[in-house]
């Protein structure tokens, strides 16, 4: 559930299993439908920005 401040707990469970440790950043992702949100995701800003850097670098040495 989430609480008056809008935080939620991550189960225990799944922060070991998801390998987050405390301090660890996450991205939330959210996709829209009919005006509003469906599915929500949430991803290690780490292997979000290696994501962006495996897609974008490519392109980016050929504009360069």
Same mark, same amino acid.
């Given at each position: 559930? !989430?609480?008056? +401040?809008?935080?939620? !707990?991550?189960? #225990?469970? !799944? +922060? #070991? +299993?998801? @390998?987050?440790?405390?301090?660890? #950043? *996450?991205?939330?992702?959210?996709? @829209? +439908?009919?005006?509003?949100? $469906? $599915?929500?995701?949430?991803? #290690? !800003?780490?292997?979000?920005?290696? *994501?962006?850097?495996?897609?974008?670098?490519?392109?980016?040495?050929?504009?360069?």
């Amino acid at each position: 559930s !989430v609480d008056n +401040r809008g935080q939620m !707990v991550l189960p #225990k469970d !799944v +922060r #070991k +299993r998801a @390998e987050i440790a405390p301090g660890d #950043k *996450l991205a939330l992702v959210s996709w @829209e +439908r009919d005006g509003g949100i $469906c $599915c929500m995701s949430l991803i #290690k !800003v780490d292997e979000l920005s290696k *994501l962006v850097k495996e897609t974008l670098g490519p392109m980016m040495k050929e504009v360069m």
